[in-house]
């Protein structure tokens, strides 16, 4: 952030600063909500949002490259070490209580499972199968590892919604396109979902009779009460170790399975209306990449990952967590100067030379001031 500021680009720390003002004020609200103690435990998931910066300087000097090759490559660590750590807890070999990551099979149709980062299995997934040199052993071993991976998450929602995107993805042809698609389900989803606020019927009994939807519909019967009282900026973000206990009075909720009413119930309507629009720019992510000159298949792999992650936004609005580092690259993208901003600049210094030394040399004038100012051409 400091090196931003020091070379005179305040978009990146603005942006960075007030997304994560946001998230303090939701913490000092659950304090001031509940009665309960300050707490930075909600800090750690966000700390992605400091990456915005780094990545804005990064595509305005052209940068893509490095970007994909760090991400890519932590990214396929992560993946192998899911997978291993996972096959080693359903072997035996670990146990739940070593990992303190292993989800409890209580109450859950799918027995026991390794909770996922799903923003992370999306880009490293999309950049595996677009990435240049796709053919390598390597990638490909890459690619059957986030299939495994995704397999063992046992995660409905994440599966539904990638098999979506590719179907559209191959039915259309354009990224554009399934953008566009992912985001009418998106909105239509969400709108039916918020409108059972209305009245006393439950939008959840129809993702299925199983304990895992079940426990949504709870939750939201849970929730509805307490976003009435707290329908303009919610109950904030749980600051300690007992989560919404304080709040809710009851041991088991989870507003991060509900999707927008999670979002109202955590955020309010001012909570919402951010959550749009960091859907909206997930959506649009892979358009303000192209536009900032990024190579398409660059554009492609990093918006469609942000499409996956905005969509799962539908039940797990993971755009307020763990989908803050898929975030922080389609918002910078936002942040960027696009390069035809220098056309307007351009035009005046045009007009200023033809007026100082008359039109004949006024083009090789004007080509030869913005020789060295022109962002360098795409990789």
């Not at 026991?112 to 595996?128: E, K």
């Not at 609005?317 to 035809?340: D, K």
Request: net charge positive.
């Amino acid at each position: 952030m400091g090196l931003s500021l020091m070379r005179g680009r305040w978009r990146g720390p603005l942006g960075a600063s007030l997304l994560f003002s946001f998230f303090v004020f939701l913490m000092f609200q659950f304090a001031s909500v509940s009665s309960d103690d300050f707490g930075l435990i909600p800090l750690y998931g966000r700390l992605g949002i400091f990456i915005i910066p780094s990545v804005v300087l990064l595509y305005e000097d052209r940068q893509y490259i490095p970007i994909e090759k760090i991400v890519y490559h932590v990214s396929a660590l992560y993946a192998i070490w899911y997978l291993v750590v996972t096959l080693a807890l359903l072997s035996g070999i670990l146990h739940s209580d070593d990992s303190g990551l292993f989800r409890s099979s209580a109450n859950d149709a799918r027995g026991n499972r390794l909770l996922i980062n799903d923003a992370v299995m999306s880009i490293l997934f999309f950049v595996s199968i677009l990435r240049p040199e796709k053919r390598k052993i390597y990638n490909w071993i890459v690619i059957f590892v986030c299939i495994a991976d995704l397999y063992l998450s046992k995660s409905r929602v994440y599966q539904a919604s990638l098999i979506f995107e590719l179907v559209a993805l191959a039915a259309f042809r354009s990224t554009l396109k399934v953008s566009l698609s992912a985001m009418a389900l998106f909105l239509a989803i969400s709108a039916f979902l918020v409108s059972g606020l209305g009245h006393s019927g439950n939008p959840f009994v129809i993702f299925g009779d199983d304990a895992s939807a079940a426990a949504r519909a709870v939750s939201y019967e849970i929730a509805k009460p307490i976003i009435d009282a707290h329908w303009l900026s919610g109950v904030g973000l749980a600051t300690t170790a007992l989560g919404d206990r304080s709040v809710t009075l009851v041991n088991r909720f989870f507003w991060n399975d509900l999707g927008p009413i999670g979002v109202l119930y955590v955020g309010g309507l001012v909570g919402l209306t951010i959550f749009a629009a960091m859907s909206v720019c997930c959506f649009v992510g892979s358009f303000l990449l192209k536009r900032n000159g990024a190579p398409q298949w660059f554009a492609n792999a990093f918006g469609l990952a942000a499409v996956l992650t905005a969509l799962l936004g539908i039940i797990a609005p993971t755009l307020f967590f763990n989908g803050l580092t898929v975030f922080a690259f389609a918002f910078a993208a936002v942040l960027v100067r696009s390069p035809s901003a220098e056309k307007p600049v351009r035009l005046k210094v045009e007009k200023r030379i033809r007026q100082t030394y008359g039109a004949a040399d006024s083009s090789a004038d004007v080509n030869s001031a913005f020789a060295n100012t022109r962002p360098a051409t795409p990789l």
